[in-house]
């Protein structure tokens, strides 16, 4: 696999992991620096990990997880999305009323939303001549890179539009959680 096909995977596999770091900067009150790097960070490794796990499973398991991880990606990125909407139209009183462990499983979750196609790419790779461990590392690579991007930009765009952005990013992640079940449901 050529050096260009390579950076064009990574990218491609970063995308919904971009959409996703917008709406979660808009959605986080004043996010820095470090916040942006931590939710890089998770995504990057974990989309960086899920293309590993797909070549792994290789041949043997192609079959099961094409059969569903349309329908796990939606679920998760739905439930996610949802929940982003009913915080934008119910806002809770004070912010410090949620638990510290909800947002980080939302950041996780998310992240396993939008990687689970990039595990289905590890299976494929399995049938190709490709050093995976190079492909993973780039996938994760632009991932991060593109999530801390998402999250900084997704801070300006939250100060200027409020809960509007919050409820565009939801929507953003049904959508494409939509697009995910639609585009494996149409090719079955």
């Not at 004043?30 to 590993?52: C, N, Q, Y």
């Not at 999530?147 to 953003?172: D, H, N, P, Q």
């Amino acid at each position: 696999m050529s050096p260009i096909a390579i950076g064009v995977l990574a990218v491609s596999m970063s995308l919904d992991a971009l959409i996703a770091a917008i709406g979660r900067g808009a959605t986080t009150r004043h996010p820095s620096l470090s916040e942006a790097v931590k939710t890089g960070l998770v995504f990057g490794v974990i989309e960086m990990l899920t293309p590993l796990i797909g070549w792994a499973l290789g041949i043997a398991a192609s079959q099961w997880i094409q059969s569903v991880d349309h329908w796990v990606a939606f679920a998760l990125l739905a439930g996610v999305g949802g929940r982003m909407i009913l915080q934008a139209l119910w806002p809770q009183a004070e912010p410090s009323d949620v638990p510290t462990a909800r947002p980080t499983l939302g950041l996780l979750a998310t992240a396993v939303g939008t990687s689970i196609d990039a595990m289905a790419v590890g299976v494929s790779l399995a049938f190709l001549d490709v050093n995976i461990f190079v492909v993973a590392a780039a996938i994760g690579f632009a991932t991060m890179v593109m999530t801390i991007t998402g999250v900084l930009a997704g801070k300006y765009l939250g100060a200027r539009f409020g809960r509007y952005a919050e409820i565009v990013g939801g929507i953003a992640l049904i959508g494409l959680g939509g697009k995910i079940l639609i585009d494996h449901l149409g090719a079955g």
